[in-house]
């Protein structure tokens, strides 16, 4: 196997989601590769798939808070339960406030947005409702901290409005997108935001920065390469070299939750 068949490359290759996506774009290019470069690293050690999955029911009204907090609970002991439960717990006391009336439209919706030639970023909420005589797109996210600049706030909401709301059952449509970030007492409080929140990047601005990321994305290979390499050197370090420890790779920071 040549040093590009590594699966790590094919990390690279697969664009990440429009939420992930942001989190690895920064207008400095330095920054970018930096960014990119861990992301290919990193390893998460928290999936909240089954929770989103609790959640629409919830939003939609095919299960209650006490329900959902049960469903949460029965999840198959894993490193992601207990992370789960207390999303799960903190997304019923936002919804008991927001007091969702949706109903089902789009099963399984998602778009995509073009950064370069048959290059796309996938855009999925996390389900579609029609509330109030209008489709609404609703995003939740399970991370414990929403670490995004004014920057990629806005680079996130062009982009939904891209690939969502120039459609057209979307057009008039509002999004929500919820957060529900840990305080500073450990505790977690829905961050939320709308369609309108946030300044579109210009046209220019936005050209711009799928530059920088194309060239960022290009230039982690080679990075990745030769620090795949010098991991193979250390683990095949001459047979007389006697050392109790063996190698240790620091997979960086975790990519999104």
């Keep these: ?12 290759d697969r664009i990440p989601g429009a939420p992930n996506f942001v989190r690895y774009n920064f207008e400095e290019l330095v920054r970018t590769v930096k960014a990119y470069v861990q992301f290919a690293k990193g390893m ?36 992601s339960r207990a992370a789960i439960v207390d ?5 019923c006391e936002y919804a008991a406030e927001r007091r969702y009336e949706a109903t089902p439209t789009y099963s399984d919706f998602s778009a995509y947005f073009p950064i370069g030639r048959d290059l796309f970023v996938p855009v999925k909420p996390t389900l579609v409702a029609r509330e109030q005589g209008q489709l609404k797109p609703v995003f ?17 909401m062009t982009i939904l409005e891209d690939a969502i709301f120039s459609l057209t059952d979307f057009e008039s449509s509002d999004a929500e997108i919820v957060f529900l970030p840990e305080n500073d007492e450990g505790l977690r409080e829905p ?22 990321f194309l060239s960022a994305r290009e230039a982690a290979y080679p990075i990745i390469a030769d620090w ?28 999104a939750e």
């Design 1 to 12: 196997m040549t040093i590009y068949g590594d699966p790590l490359f094919r990390k690279l």
């Design 87 to 91: 999303f799960i717990e903190a997304f």
């Design 228 to 255: 795949l390499a010098q991991k193979k050197g250390k683990t095949e370090a001459p047979a007389q070299i006697d050392d109790g420890d063996q190698p240790r790779l620091d997979l960086g920071p975790p990519p």
């Design 191 to 212: 961050e939320v935001w709308h369609r309108g929140d946030y300044d579109l990047l210009s046209d220019i601005e936005l050209r711009n920065q799928m530059e920088v």
């Design 44 to 79: 998460p050690t928290i999936s909240y798939a089954q929770g989103l999955l609790i959640i629409k029911d919830l939003v939609l009204g095919l299960i209650d808070a006490d329900q959902a907090k049960r469903a949460a609970i029965r999840i198959k002991e894993s490193p």
């Design 140 to 156: 939740v996210f399970g991370w414990k901290s929403v670490p995004l600049t004014v920057f990629q706030r806005r680079l996130l």
